[in-house]
């Protein structure tokens, strides 16, 4: 088996992390911009490229001149966990198996995160008030998930090693079957460049909260129109109508990486 190991990078303002043994390598945040390693990293956004940061925004300045929380993480490769916290986020998981959270943001805009997996089977989660995204899978079987991300009181996701039956790994966990709404899933405008949008629709009233442009996507995980339950698309084989009901167990079979993450 091989012996795995994860390398952190932390924003400023993340509390530090206490995972067992792992050691955490913090104030390594750059402004808006985090680059992981060859190997496994664990990368939070620093939210730090904002108007209180008087190196970006020279104080007095009547216009903007941050990118608004934005940061750009790149995981490289290995196996990744990609946060991005608030802001319009880009994460690019690179080659290997990793995760990529845009928020979680609360309903705090701007929060449209641009999510690219590349190679590997990736899984993207969505929590609600983390508004509308993309999500490109590249090669490798990709998942995206919507389910309430389990958190700090910062609001930052809580880093858990999740055992995904292959080995142990960090990631987020989140309650997906009882998510507050349900999802749909519509044919992407011709020439968009995406093959569907997936939308979250609010169970108590049925509207229409957040769509999330996909590419390259096989898998979508939701809780059920009814609730308290979860249900499922295989967009390489999906022809409209509604998802269909999967169990956890199932989804564990189906997708080692989201099963590990969700209950
Ligand atoms: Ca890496
Ligand atoms: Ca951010
Ligand atoms: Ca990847």
């Known amino acids: 088996m091989r012996t795995k190991s994860w390398t952190w990078r932390l924003g400023m303002g993340v509390a530090a992390l206490v995972l067992g ?3 955490l390598q913090a104030g390594s945040g750059r402004a808006a911009l985090l680059w992981g390693t060859a190997g496994n990293d664990v990368l939070i956004g620093a939210d730090d490229d904002n108007q209180d940061n008087a190196a970006i925004h020279p ?26 916290l608030l802001g319009d986020d880009y994460l690019d998981g690179g080659p290997g198996d990793d995760v990529l959270v845009g928020g979680t943001e609360q309903g705090v805009a701007p929060n449209s995160d641009l999510q690219v997996g590349g190679d590997g089977n990736d899984v993207a989660v969505w929590a609600g008030g983390d508004g509308s995204d993309a999500f490109a899978g590249g090669a490798g079987l990709d998942a995206i998930v919507f389910a309430v991300i ?17 080995g142990e790994r960090p990631a987020v966990t989140a309650n997906l079957t009882g998510a507050p ?4 899933i519509d044919p992407a ?8 949008l997936v939308r979250f629709v609010r169970r108590t ?13 096989e898998q979508v995980f939701c809780a059920s129109r009814a609730g308290g339950g979860a249900e499922w698309a295989d967009l390489t084989s999906y022809s409209g ?6 169990t956890l167990d199932r989804i564990r079979e189906l997708n080692p990486l989201a099963g590990a993450m969700v209950r």
């Open 21 to 23: 043994a792992t050691s």
């Open 59 to 84: 104080p007095g300045t009547a216009a903007d001149q941050s990118l608004k929380r934005a940061d750009m993480l790149f995981g490289m490769e290995g196996d990744d966990l990609l946060i991005g």
């Open 150 to 166: 389990d958190r700090d009181g910062a609001n930052v996701p809580t880093v858990q090693m999740v055992n995904t039956g292959y």
């Open 181 to 184: 709404g349900f999802c749909t």
């Open 189 to 196: 405008p011709a020439g968009s460049g995406y093959e569907w």
């Open 205 to 217: 009233d049925n509207v229409l909260l957040v769509t999330v442009r996909v590419q390259s996507v």
């Open 241 to 246: 109508g509604e998802l269909r009901p999967v």
